[in-house]
């Protein structure tokens, strides 16, 4: 009984090397089908872009009910009771980043790695503010959302578009 057990503690490094040599094999069988996957994704990326500013004529209708951004009072900032409007989903923006709104939460994502998050509020109609959480800086909008567009004027008159890829 004992030559059995130290035969099978001696097989058992060589039972794992093979297990494990076979792990590192699996994601190669799928390589050149993986690279396709990526250069379409890159494809289909890069013509949604240009899409995007070809079109930007489609952000006409929302563009129209954006009143002028109104002086924010200096204080402790907005109380945040306001009914949301339906904003949650995802949406990207034309340089690419994606802003994911869900409840009172918010993500802005630069890549899959690389975010900003916080809370989201609506302290008046037309109007969200964006409170991120590691500095707790709070940044004021004014908002137009129309068939699957998203406009945000910040104070400083900057315009970011999106459009809604999910909820």
């Known amino acids: 009984m004992n030559e059995k057990w130290l035969a099978a503690v001696l097989a058992l490094p060589l039972l794992l090397t093979v297990q494990s040599a076979t792990a590192l094999e699996y994601p190669n069988r799928y390589h050149s089908m993986a690279e396709t996957l990526f250069d379409m994704m890159d494809a289909f990326s890069s013509a949604y872009q240009k899409r995007l500013h070809e079109r930007s004529r489609d952000y006409a209708p929302p563009a129209a009910t954006l009143p002028g951004y109104p002086a924010y009072p ?13 904003l949650d989903g995802s949406w990207q923006g034309e340089s690419g980043e994606m802003l994911v709104i869900r409840g009172g939460q918010f993500r802005i994502y630069q890549d899959r790695q690389n975010y900003r998050q916080g809370h ?48």
């Open 74 to 86: 200096p204080g402790p900032g907005p109380r945040f009771y306001s009914p949301a409007p339906d």
């Open 120 to 167: 989201i509020a609506y302290p008046a109609p037309g109007l969200l503010m964006l409170q991120e959480q590691q500095s707790g800086q709070v940044r004021p909008y004014r908002f137009a959302e129309s068939e699957g567009r998203l406009l945000l004027l910040d104070p400083e008159g900057i315009l970011l578009r999106y459009i809604r890829t999910g909820w």
